[in-house]
């Protein structure tokens, strides 16, 4: 059984940090890729950050130069470095791992940016 679970969420004032990350339990076979999605009330979920399986990452233009992905496989754990802040970041962010079978999503971490 697979499971995600997203910590690092809460309360920062514009142009503070936080750092996300997401605990994975449990193996994926032929993990394709590891992101961060986020929603935004009344808005789509949309695409923050990707990390493939060859290391290479693709960011949202919205997030790139404030935000970082990374990675540990020793602790099998997703980070999302998130720097100068906005209050249109204000969402909840979601941890996904896919693989070619199907993806899995976490529960979900609020991220609240105050101006």
């Known amino acids: 059984q697979v499971q995600l679970v997203e910590s690092g969420g809460g309360l920062v004032q514009a142009g503070g940090s936080l750092r996300l990350s997401c605990a994975v339990s449990g193996s994926i076979v032929r993990l394709i890729s590891m992101g961060w999605y986020r929603q935004a009330p009344e808005k789509e979920r949309e695409m923050v950050a990707t990390?493939?399986?060859?290391?290479?990452?693709n960011y949202a233009d919205s997030v790139k130069g404030r935000f970082t992905i990374s990675r540990d496989q020793a602790k099998n754990t997703l980070y999302l470095q998130m720097n100068s802040l906005k209050p249109e970041d204000t969402a909840v962010y979601y941890c996904?791992?896919?693989?070619?079978?199907?993806?899995?999503w976490g529960q979900g971490a609020q991220v609240t940016v105050s101006s």
């Open positions: 996904k791992q896919a693989s070619r079978a199907r993806a899995y």
């Open positions: 990390i493939f399986s060859g290391g290479s990452t």
